[in-house]
């Protein structure tokens, strides 16, 4: 049984090496070179309660991870997030990514979050369906602004904002 959970720094091994499977083989991320563990605990430390990493875990082996992190170190987005979501090639398409998916989304409107933003490179289908399913809107392209692998790439702009809240 998979269950979710906040990460630990003892995850942190097998966080980074889904992350660089990711770096290596996918465009789902723009990173061009793989990550170190001294990388990864800085990036780890700069989360909290308010940007929770959370894990898929099945019979003590991590599965695949979640992260809401700061969109923007502005104090103006401060309720803004941005969520990245990685499962590990050989157990995507269980329906992982949408349990990290919805338990992240309920820890940021626990943490008081307004606002998450997503970018997906464009082709990903699986990962804007996935984040439909969610409560996420389609809000815009960002046309080629990514180089990887050789090719120019565009990036689909996705949001979820908890309670709308117009001023008119």
């Known amino acids: 049984m998979v269950i979710i959970r906040t990460a630990l720094k003892r995850d942190l091994n097998e966080i980074?090496?889904?992350y660089?499977?990711?770096i290596l083989k996918t465009v789902a991320t723009f990173d061009t070179e793989e990550k170190s563990i001294d990388e990864q605990k800085i990036w780890f430390q700069e989360h909290g309660p308010k940007n929770p990493i959370l894990v898929a875990e099945e019979k003590g082996k991590i599965l695949g991870w979640a992260a809401l992190s700061k969109y923007s170190t502005r104090?103006?987005?401060s309720d803004t997030a941005e969520i990245s979501l990685y499962v590990k090639d050989d157990y995507q398409d269980r329906g992982i990514g949408k349990k990290l998916m919805e338990n992240s989304i309920r820890?940021?409107?626990k943490a008081?979050?307004?606002v998450v933003i997503a970018r997906i490179t464009d082709g990903n289908e699986k990962s804007v369906h996935l984040h439909k399913l969610v409560g996420f809107e389609h809000i815009g392209i960002m046309k080629e602004v990514g180089m990887k692998f050789g090719k120019r790439?565009?990036?689909y702009l996705m949001q979820k904002i908890y309670k709308k809240i117009y001023s008119e």
């Open 16 to 18: 980074t090496k889904i």
């Open 20 to 22: 660089n499977e990711s």
């Open 75 to 77: 104090c103006a987005y």
């Open 107 to 109: 820890e940021g409107e």
């Open 112 to 114: 008081g979050l307004h």
């Open 153 to 155: 790439l565009d990036v």
